[in-house]
């Protein structure tokens, strides 16, 4: 049993649920591992470690992994290397953008009417390579993404910054690509957690 490894358990109520595998007894995993919704085990590695070369060569996310980015944002991958989630403590220190990924993610899957969208922008030091990006609806991803972005903008830019708490998950179709849908929660200071739901 590798170190860091994680088993995740989707319940009835679609919450998922990880569990690191260091922390449980050798019954308590194979009680996990046989339950019908047990969804399978990720493996954290260390950010650079998170690509392999697939198809014609190109650069791809690794399946059912974990890594944190020097910026402090961890991204999860489900089992056919696509972007399952994102989340961490944004700063207001901009990264550089990678205008190539932004243009050829995910090309098979994506729509002509797609950017190649940040989950974390670049503005709040969000990676600017594959890990971070997904094909987003340019309306979308200019529009109602683009206000939220700017209203964690608005805090980190306080005197002094507030905290800005976020957690995106993405949500796919079969074995598209391409999310249909985004659910974000975030949380400003001492203020609740709050959930927005995008279409994409």
Do not use: C
Not at 68 to 82: E, I, N, V
């Amino acid at each position: 049993m590798e170190e860091g490894d994680i088993l995740k358990v989707k319940l009835k109520d679609e919450t998922e649920l990880s569990y690191k595998k260091a922390d449980l007894s050798v019954d308590e995993i194979k009680e996990l591992e046989g339950l019908s919704e047990y969804i399978g085990k990720l493996t954290k590695v260390n950010y650079g470690d998170q690509y392999i070369k697939g198809k014609n060569g190109r650069k791809e996310l690794k399946a059912n992994i974990e890594h944190t980015t020097p910026g402090g944002h961890t991204y999860k991958t489900d089992s056919l290397g696509r972007i399952d989630s994102a989340e961490g403590t944004l700063t207001k220190n901009t990264s550089k953008r990678n205008v190539y990924n932004q243009k050829v993610e995910e090309r098979e899957d994506r729509l002509t009417t797609d950017d190649g969208g940040h989950l974390i922008a670049n503005i709040f030091e969000g990676s600017g390579d594959l890990d971070n990006l997904v094909p987003m609806d340019v309306t979308l991803n200019r529009g109602d993404w683009k206000y939220m972005e700017n209203t964690w903008a608005r805090a980190l830019s306080e005197n002094p910054p507030l905290e800005v708490q976020v957690k995106i998950e993405t949500i796919y179709s079969g074995s598209s690509k391409r999310p249909i849908s985004f659910e974000v929660q975030y949380k400003i200071g001492d203020g609740k957690w709050r959930l927005h739901e995008f279409e994409n």
